[in-house]
Nanobody, 122 residues
């Protein structure tokens, strides 16, 4: 199990930006694909983005494509989610997660952080 800790959430106005960070405890962090998911009140947890461990290939949900950017720094055991042009519908708890391969499927991710709240409101 990889221990994951997210940070960077908060309250932002529509059109604003936030950068989420997730730091892992595992020394083999660079062998995990890292994903971001989110869960809004009353809704199921959904895929946001993933970055592979080897080629750094990225994938995004259609709802965030062109606005969000995922990146990783293996030297710091960290993955980031830069969120621009935020919308009220982006309001959710955001979770980072680790998997042995890049996937959009929640079930493929074996380690999860505690989540960080993102609220987009004027």
């Amino acid at each position: 199990q990889v221990q994951l800790v997210e940070s960077g959430g908060g309250l932002v106005q529509p059109g604003g930006s936030l950068r989420l960070s997730c730091v892992a405890s595992e020394r083999t962090f660079n062998s995990y694909a890292m994903g971001w998911f989110r869960q809004a009140p009353g809704k199921e947890r959904e895929f946001v983005s993933v970055i592979s461990w080897d080629t750094y290939m990225t994938d995004y949900a259609d709802s965030v494509k062109g606005r969000f950017t995922i990146s990783r720094n293996d030297a710091k055991n960290a993955v980031y989610l830069q969120m621009n042009s935020l919308k009220p519908e982006d309001t959710a708890v955001y979770y980072c997660a680790a998997a042995r391969w890049d996937s959009r499927n929640l079930d493929d991710f074996t380690s999860w952080g505690q989540g960080t709240q993102v609220t987009v409101s004027s």
